[in-house]
T-cell receptor
């Protein structure tokens, strides 16, 4: 799986959009970009994933650049409950690889 | 629909003791896996299963055994607990391991301390 690079921490004001960047410059054509988050002491929570098109669901939007070397997770109206560690993962389960690998992620702190 | 259920939530073991961490899902998911998370670190894959009767090792399998006799259950057995196994353990499941499928559902974790 391609290595991803995320800033270790970010701050965001409550009610504002939180834009979390992720670099995955070595991503291969069949690797999806997945985002998870982990609120303190809880199990990780799946947010969204995409291959090359932008994606949106009830939680967030995912913007993937045309060259697929980076992506941005957007939380449109951040709340205090969005404070968490956010993980960006490039993953392809082709062949015998089923191993979703988590890095250290970005600690997003939403401030009142 | 309970999702992924892990028991117990907390456990203290003495060095050398054995125990089984339970994981059950009611979503008919094929794929199940166990991760451990140590303070300040990301999650590391211990073992995984792509279906009943099929298991394989992840990054850190030593000291742990798994079996998958049913689709619903994926227990993790610690053979002889060591202080290095003090960690938070998460079980995860997904209906498929195929790229592009929906993400994994995680349990709430088991906090294990080995003294």
């Amino acid at each position: 799986d391609a290595k991803t690079t995320q800033p270790p921490s970010m701050d965001c004001a409550e009610g504002r959009a939180a834009n979390l960047p992720c670099n995955h410059s070595t991503i291969s054509g069949n690797e999806y970009v997945y985002w998870y988050r982990q609120i303190h002491s809880q199990g990780p929570q799946y947010i969204i994933h995409g291959l090359k098109n932008n994606e949106t669901n009830e939680m967030a939007s995912l913007i993937i650049t045309e060259d697929r070397k980076s992506s941005t997770l957007i939380l449109p109206h951040a709340t205090l409950r969005d404070t968490a560690v956010y993980y960006c993962i490039a993953f392809n389960s082709g062949g015998s690889n089923y191993k979703l690998t988590f890095g250290k992620g970005t600690l997003l702190t939403v401030n009142p | 629909n309970a999702g992924v259920t892990q028991t117990p939530k907390f456990q203290v073991l003495k060095t050398g003791q054995s125990m089984t961490l339970q994981c059950a899902q009611d979503m008919n998911h094929e794929y199940m896996s166990w991760y451990r998370q140590d303070p300040g670190m990301g999650l590391r894959l211990i073992h995984y299963s792509v279906g009943a009767g099929i298991t394989d090792q992840g990054e850190v399998p030593n000291g742990y055994n798994v079996s998958r006799s049913t689709t619903e259950d994926f227990p993790l057995r610690l053979l002889s607990a060591a202080p290095s196994q003090t960690s938070v353990y998460f079980c995860a499941s997904s209906y498929s391991w195929v790229s592009g499928s929906s993400g994994y559902t995680f349990g709430s974790g088991t906090r294990l301390t080995v003294v």
